[in-house]
């Protein structure tokens, strides 16, 4: 990055903070706070910030060129009014900026997490206690266009680097459509095998290679009841813009789901 750069986190949601944090950190960012929360932030990263003590200040000493990050539209509305570069980051399908000036809106789409913030967070939950009793749980849709948090933090991050004015709607999601029961069999092995690591009871098939999460051959001559994929093609014009590559998700299932199996361990005390 050519000059230091300051992010203000307002109100970004817990699954997007972290790893923002995370990323943004050893980059040579600096993350602007709400009093209250540095102090957490300093003990759930300490080894981070002692690398780098000088990441985190209060959002009163943000300076004028700070990038504003939202997902209240009330205050995305209010900053892009006084001038401040503002990115609200949203889960909902209506555009809220219906105002002349900059700022950018980012709608999210099935973002992996069990935040019960976000749109699958409490599913999540309840496949959680579904596992646990044995059964398998009513699917809602057909499937999602998954989406790591981490894919999310490192692409928002790659724009910011751009240093590049922009503005509008961009649509975020994943690139490949999932099968809800897909989706819930992988979860469901994970929660059996770390359940199975927790009590020492292993059997073998927790050991069993199964090779992943299955992916299907999908056949185009018969209507697929999958539903339509949000367009990527803003997001990605604008990553290649910005970094010479586009919208390129990495973190596969498997580790995404992994980590929301972790964090609901930790939720639920099985840790």
């Known amino acids: 990055m050519s000059e230091p750069l300051t992010l203000a986190l307002h109100s970004v949601m817990d699954c997007l903070a972290t790893p923002l944090l995370e990323r943004g950190i050893p980059q040579l960012l600096t993350f602007g706070l709400q009093e209250g929360l540095i102090k ?19 959002l009163e000493q943000v300076d004028s060129k700070t990038i504003h990050l939202v997902n209240d539209k009330d205050e995305f509305a209010a900053l ?19 105002h002349e000036g900059d700022g950018l809106v980012i709608r999210l789409h099935d973002v992996l997490s069990a935040d019960r913030s976000t749109p699958h967070g409490s599913m999540f939950h ?12 009513p699917f809602d849709g ?25 503005s509008g709607t961009i649509d975020v999601c994943g690139r490949r459509f999932w099968g809800m029961e897909d989706t819930w069999n992988e979860f ?17 098939a927790h050991l069993k290679a199964d090779g992943g999460p299955a992916v299907h051959v999908e056949d185009l001559a018969v209507n697929s009841r999958k539903k339509a994929r949000p367009s990527l093609e803003a997001v990605h014009d ?21 980590l929301i199996v972790a964090d609901l361990c930790q939720h639920y005390g099985l840790d």
Not at 46 to 51: A, V
Not at 81 to 98: N, R
Not at 238 to 257: D, H, K, M, V, Y
């Open 188 to 204: 469901q092995m994970l929660v059996s095998r770390t359940v199975a690591g927790h009590e020492a009871s292993f059997h073998l």
């Open 126 to 137: 309840d496949w959680w206690k579904s596992a646990h009793t044995g059964q398998t749980p």
């Open 142 to 166: 057909s499937g999602a266009y998954w989406c790591s948090p981490d894919d999310v933090a490192e692409g928002l991050l790659r724009l910011i680097g751009s240093g590049k004015a922009i």
């Open 238 to 258: 604008l990553l290649l813009e910005a970094s010479g590559e586009g919208w390129n998700p990495r973190t596969p299932l498997r580790q995404s789901l992994m």
């Open 40 to 58: 957490h932030v300093r003990d759930e990263h300490k080894s981070l910030i002692e690398h780098f003590p000088r990441s985190l200040v209060p």
């Open 80 to 98: 892009s009014e006084h001038g401040k570069v503002a990115i609200h980051l949203t889960f909902s399908e209506d555009d809220p900026k219906k």
